[in-house]
């Protein structure tokens, strides 16, 4: 068990703060931020802003003076690489530093870049491992889940009332969540590459599904606008439809989707997909996900109504973080939506069994972000290391 000291951590935290700067700017790459330390006080700093854009390490460098980094530590969430790729090697920009020891969380999980700290080590770099590697993990779920998988990280959002309603008998559902929860659901979708939903909430909603984070600086990138749509029967003058609204959209549908209707949607600039059924009459979203993950979709945002919500967390599974905002009322009525629908589990011992990470509040609502059961997780090794401790961290927040 390796034991970290304060100032360590506090440079690392320093770097992971800075790594958060690039949330929404970095896909298909990771959220990286790096330190530099001497003497025991920060000469400089740099994150990761961009692909093509220097990396977090690169970054921090070019911003010391090069008598600065001469002896120096450096701390980045990430392992650094060793490959040329849309820039060069950071491993031959910290070792031509003078870079004494690298401090870095995980290890890089990209195939080409990886082995950064066994070439640091070579050029005479002490390396040491783990420090906040759960933190570090965290941060970087989606670039670590879709660099093992090849398929993007599933993030679930709902919201309902006291009483697990999503919508009242009437179908009345505009607002249950408050001002400041949907605030946060936009910052989400900023984040993702994917916003992901059903045709019944495409058709009762018209949802624009842009990301409209509160008082962010102006997207660089929309998400990509996804919709389930097996017969393609969407009227096509939804604001989803419309590109002026958002990112790109992609219209999956079913194998005997009509032809007209494909060409219709595809000569809009609508990419539409062809998708097995599950075998419950519903498009497979274990298909869904794997073609989206050969677009390099390594997050999506799945905002269901009942339906969805229920394919996605119960029949089929592929939740691997669920945030669900619980609205201080009670709507009542057998007919009003919960939050999942479907057939439901018989037995409690079927039950999707979940981990509460984290309880905040959000305005007047109360926000959960729950780990459901067979979420992913990363291989053996990769996170088991001094500094693993218990898997989440169940915060309460004023
Ligand atoms: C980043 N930013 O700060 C670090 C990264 O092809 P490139 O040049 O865009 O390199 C991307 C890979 O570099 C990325 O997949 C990851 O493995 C590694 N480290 N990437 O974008 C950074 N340190
Ligand atoms: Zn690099």
Redo the contacts with the bound molecule.
């Keep these: 068990m390796i034991h970290w000291t304060d100032k360590e951590r506090t440079f690392m935290k320093e770097a992971l703060r800075l790594a958060r700067r690039g949330w929404g700017l970095?896909s298909p790459?990771?959220l990286?931020g790096a330190v530099i330390v001497r003497k025991g006080k920060i000469v400089s700093t740099g994150w990761?802003s961009g692909?093509?854009l220097p990396?977090?390490?690169a970054a921090a460098l070019a911003a010391a003076g090069k008598r600065q980094t001469v002896g120096a530590e450096l701390y980045?969430n990430?392992e650094?690489?060793r490959?040329t790729?849309?820039?060069g090697p950071?491993t031959d920009l910290i070792v031509a530093a003078g870079i004494e020891k690298v401090y870095y969380s995980i290890p890089?999980p990209?195939p080409?870049?990886r082995g950064g700290a066994q070439a640091l080590e070579d050029a005479g770099v002490e390396t040491r491992r783990g420090l906040l590697a759960r933190e570090a993990y965290d941060l970087n779920q989606f670039?670590v889940k879709w660099q093992f998988t090849r398929r993007p990280f599933v993030i679930l959002k709902t919201a309902a009332s006291l009483d697990g309603k999503i919508a009242t008998r009437a179908g009345d559902s505009r607002w249950i969540s408050s001002k400041v929860a949907r605030n946060y659901s936009h910052h989400l979708r900023a984040g993702v590459d994917a916003i992901l939903i059903g045709r019944a909430t495409a058709a009762k909603d018209d949802p624009e599904l842009s990301a409209r984070p509160w008082g962010r600086r102006k997207m660089h990138r929309e998400p990509m606008r996804c919709v389930l749509d097996p017969g393609l029967r969407l009227p096509a003058s939804l604001k989803l439809f419309d590109p002026s609204y958002g990112g790109p959209t992609v219209s999956f549908c079913a194998p005997d989707a009509p032809p007209a209707a494909v060409a219709e949607l595809s000569a809009a600039g609508v990419r539409v997909i062809h998708i097995p059924w599950d075998g419950r009459g519903r498009l497979s979203l274990g298909k869904v996900l794997e073609a989206l993950g050969e677009l390099e979709v390594q997050s999506v945002l799945i905002e269901p109504g009942a339906t969805l919500a229920a394919s996605a967390l119960l029949d089929e599974g592929v939740a691997d973080l669920v945030h669900v905002f619980i609205a201080p009322m009670f709507l009542g009525g057998q007919d009003a939506p919960s939050m999942l629908g479907g057939a439901g589990v018989e037995k409690l011992t079927d039950a999707r069994g979940a981990e509460i990470l984290r309880i905040a509040r959000k305005g007047p609502d109360i926000h959960f972000v729950v780990r459901p059961q067979g979420a992913f997780t990363p291989p053996p090794g990769f996170l088991d290391l001094p500094e693993d401790g218990p898997s989440g961290h169940l915060e309460e927040e004023g």
Excluded: W
């Design positions: 970095v790459n990771p990286v990761h692909p093509g990396h977090a390490e980045v990430l650094p690489c490959h790729g849309r820039t950071c890089d990209n080409q870049a670039f």
